[in-house]
């Protein structure tokens, strides 16, 4: 199933790009989504440990798993204000 | 990865708390890239005769970062997560103190230095909840809305 990855902040810088579109089996985690990215974009992998994911409008963890059509997005640390 | 953000332990509570109660707390939100207009924010307050309490906090952008002079800062925003994140602060706020309204402003884009980049007021009946609730949105949102600030040098 294909998966939409919308990149803010510096995760955009590490690759180069906003968006992507991913393929992943279904019943994949979030957890298997990021280490195909990783393998993708080998400069987000450093960032691995402070990296933020949201599915939709809502914070996700590593264990959440991805429905086709999901629409993930990547970030740092926030720094409202 | 980092830790969820997210309230995991009050997630539940804050939906099955939703279905209980009225929402009686005034809350406004913008997230825009125009200048905070402080002077018609204050014309749009609304106080009943009960509150006893306004606060306004106003966040304003410094002319240096890490020691270094800057112009401004570029603010960065995922703005329909960003709506929803605010949107589970205020349910924090109205679940856990009799504030009667909360109003934030968060510019967005490029902010001169020297220049607001925030806008906070909360009214409550005394100035305990009114302070509390104020500085608990504001850890909150530094902690889960998507926002992202660039210096933008001299």
Redesign the interface.
Known sequence: MRIRV?F??YCKDLTGCASVSERVEPGSR??DL?QKLFVRFPRLAPA???????V???????DHVLQEGDEV?L??????? | ??????YPSDKSDVSACAGRMTRNMRRELDITTDKIDELALLQRRELAGDMGAVLCFL?VVRGTEQGRPIAAID??V?A??????FDLIFDQVEKRWPVASVRLV?RVGRVAAGEP??WVETIAPHREEAFAACQFI?AE??????????PCPV
Do not use: C, T
């Not at chain 1, 939709?56 to 590593?62: F, L, N, P, T």
């Not at chain 2, 329909?80 to 994140?85: S, T, V």
């Open positions: 919308h803010y902040s979030i957890e990021l691995q440990k402070s990296l933020l994911v949201a939709g409008v809502d914070y996700q963890g590593a997005s970030f740092p640390p926030v720094q409202g204000g | 990865m980092k830790s969820d953000p997210s966040g603010y960065e995922f329909r997560m960003a709506r929803r994140q968060h980049s925030l504001i949102m530094k902690r889960v809305v998507p926002i992202w600030k660039n």
